[in-house]
Every structure is written in structure tokens, then in C-alpha cells.
T-cell receptor
């Protein structure tokens, strides 16, 4: 089944403790992206990747890192999480990063930083 | 600043009603506009509208892009309780790799 898989689905942790949210897609998609969703603010793009070893900042990249060493994986890293990063996170992928390609979303990861 | 604005924020209707959801945008180098439906989990894709495809229809759902007014509408006719969800509008712009989402319209359809 074609899908975008995120792990973990839920995580409660404390300020400053490094964490990684994994994202994997099995559709051989070139384009992958991370979003956070907050009430009243909608989905905001954190980082995106056009292909292996190519990553770019989205609208809200501060406090996050990503890497794209393999086509299928696009982990989101919070080196020193803070409470303002408590949010619902979505990973998405599409066939290419060029126009006219809808994105497929993972089921989301709910992070709570205490 | 690039932005996408959706209205209304929230809507409650009875089954069988017709609803119209609005999306307006100010995005540099517009590429496409997409509508998604979000129930409990991941947003699922509904439509993509571009300069070469300004009108789409699927069953009871239809959408139109007005490039002059920088806006789009999503129509749902004969609403059902299963249509209850948050409807998200996203615009692809700038370099073609960035997406800007509105805050969504929460639709509740009551029997």
C-alpha cells in the first residue's frame, strides 16, 4: 500500500532533550516536506526536499533540522526542543517538486514539549 | 508576505444543504491551488487547480479558480454527515517548491 509513515505518532518529552521524528515513503517520490499544524495558524511548511541531499527552508525552519540521505526517508530533528514546538507535525511527499503534483500526507505526529 | 485566507472559519449545516467554502491568496508566482479534506488524521487530496485547469468536479464536490480575483471556491452539494471535516486550501508558489496553507474551514453537517 502506497503510504507515508511517520513515527512516533505521539511523543511527550521535556525541554532540551533531542528528538527525531522519522518519515518514510514507499512511492519513490522525489519531493518530501515537513509541516506543523497549530490552531488558528493552519499548516506551515518547515523544510522541504526536492531530492536526495537537497533540502530547503520553508516558512518556519527555526529550531529544526532535516536530512535527506536516502530518497525514501526524511527525518525531522529537534536538537533542543522547546515548549513552542509543541504541535501536530505532518510529513508529506509528492512525485516531483515541480508544479502540478498533489502531496500525500502521513497520519501526523503529535509532539508535546514540557 | 505570501498568505492564504479561508472563510468562513467554521460552518454548521444540515444534511442536504449546499455549502460554498472560500479561499483567497496572495502568493508570489502562483503555480497551483489545491484543496484538501482533513478528518481525524492526514489531509487527503481533493482537487488541484492551475492556469490550465480552472474548474474541477468530482461527484458532489466542485471547485473553481478565479485567477483575476486570486481566489477559489469549493462547493459541496447535498451535504452528508461524512462531509464533516476541515477543508484546507493550499497554494503552491514562489519557486514552485513551497506551499502555503490557509487555516482551514471546519464544516459540520448535522443529520
Amino acid at each position: 500500500e502506497a503510504q507515508v509513515t511517520q513515527n512516533p505518532r505521539y511523543l511527550i518529552t521535556v525541554t532540551g532533550k533531542k528528538l527525531t521524528v522519522t518519515c518514510s515513503q514507499n512511492m519513490n517520490h522525489e519531493y518530501m516536506s515537513w509541516y506543523r499544524q497549530d490552531p488558528g495558524l493552519g499548516l506551515r511548511q518547515i523544510y522541504y526536499s526536492m531530492n536526495v541531499e537537497v533540502t530547503d527552508k520553508g516558512d518556519v525552519p527555526e529550531g529544526y533540522k532535516v536530512s535527506r540521505k536516502e530518497k525514501r526517508n526524511f527525518p525531522l530533528i529537534l536538537e533542543s526542543p522547546s515548549p513552542n514546538q509543541t504541535s501536530l507535525y505532518f510529513c508529506a511527499s509528492s512525485l516531483t517538486g515541480w508544479r502540478n503534483q498533489p502531496q500525500h500526507f502521513g497520519d501526523g505526529t503529535r509532539l508535546s514539549i514540557l | 508576505e505570501d498568505k492564504v485566507v479561508q472563510s468562513p472559519l467554521s460552518l454548521v449545516v444540515h444534511e442536504g444543504d449546499t455549502v460554498t467554502l472560500n479561499c483567497s491568496y496572495e502568493v508570489t508566482n502562483f503555480r497551483s491551488l489545491l484543496w484538501y479534506k482533513q478528518e481525524k488524521k492526514a489531509p487527503t487530496f481533493l482537487f488541484m487547480l492551475t492556469s490550465s485547469g480552472i474548474e474541477k468536479k468530482s461527484g458532489r464536490l466542485s471547485s473553481i479558480l478565479d485567477k483575476k480575483e486570486l481566489s477559489s471556491i469549493l462547493n459541496i452539494t447535498a451535504t452528508q454527515t461524512g462531509d464533516s471535516a476541515i477543508y484546507l486550501c493550499a497554494v503552491e508558489g514562489n519557486t514552485g517548491n513551497q506551499f502555503y496553507f490557509g487555516t482551514g474551514t471546519s464544516l459540520t453537517v448535522i443529520p
